[in-house]
């Protein structure tokens, strides 16, 4: 069944097409990444798929949920796809934990104890139980990224959505952040969608690779077939680009 579906899909900022034709499938449980070029429309796509940017034309299907329809319940569509930002957006004013256990309390009424056993399993399983209590400005780049990840873990949903996680992080941050996003992506069960520049975590985690530029969907492969010989030349010269970075 797919969990996402993309059809004939147009999107405009004002007079500006940034979404042009797109046309998209993901079932559930693949892993998709997402590539392309600085401004091709990588960020706008997966905003579209929570709702935090509208298409103006085409269909969009979440869940099986049509995000057109005004009696399609956004609220239900947020709890079942999470989405993990460049910059993180923790609460600074609240603990890692805290954090964590923050929508769960209030969207799912998750009981109290039970929300706090989940929060300390999730933080071990992001390699962080001895930050329980830290707040984010005790935290470096790579943690906050790992809690905000715990964070999104924590509503279990059924979708996951990566905007460049690993791009404002320091060098040595970001093999901690994908061990992460790897594990995660290893769960049979879960959907992940994720835009990044990081082509060994694409080579070796993703089942599909999607590339875009000018706003299109330029290529939609296999990650073999995408890694050994992508067929559109834009995809090809992208490749060599970042492999040489
Ligand atoms: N809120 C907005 N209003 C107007 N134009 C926007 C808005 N958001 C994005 N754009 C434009 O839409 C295009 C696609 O932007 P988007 O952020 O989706 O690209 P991207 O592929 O994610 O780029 P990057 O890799 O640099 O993050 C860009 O030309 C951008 O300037």
Do not use: W
Request: hydrophobic share 40%.
């Amino acid at each position: 069944m797919s969990m996402i579906e993309f059809k004939d899909v147009e999107k405009y900022y004002g007079d500006f097409h940034a979404l042009k034709n797109v046309n998209l499938e993901i079932d559930a449980g693949e892993t998709v990444v997402l590539i392309g070029p600085s401004g091709s429309g990588k960020s706008t796509l997966i905003r579209t798929v929570n709702g935090l940017e509208e298409i103006q034309q085409g269909q969009l299907l979440v869940d099986g949920f049509d995000l057109h329809d005004p009696k399609t319940d956004m609220n239900k569509i947020r709890k079942n796809v999470g989405m993990v930002f460049q910059h993180f957006n923790l609460y600074n004013n609240k603990s890692a934990i805290e954090n964590i256990m923050l929508a769960p309390r209030l969207v799912l009424k998750r009981d109290e104890a039970e929300n706090k056993k989940i929060a300390m399993e999730l933080l071990e399983k992001v390699g962080l139980a001895d930050k329980a209590t830290n707040m984010p400005s005790e935290l470096s780049g790579g943690q906050k990224q790992r809690i905000a990840i715990a964070r999104s873990l924590a509503m279990k949903p059924k979708a996951l959505l990566f905007d460049e996680p690993t791009s404002a992080l320091d060098p040595e941050m970001i093999g901690d952040v994908l061990d992460v996003m790897r594990d995660i992506a290893a769960d049979s069960s879960m959907t992940m969608l994720v835009v990044t520049h990081e082509m060994s975590f694409a080579k070796a985690v993703a089942d599909r690779v999607i590339f875009m530029a000018d706003g299109q969907i330029l290529e939609d492969s296999s990650t073999a077939s995408f890694f050994e010989k992508p067929s559109e030349p834009r995809a090809q010269k992208f490749l060599s680009q970042v492999a040489n970075h």
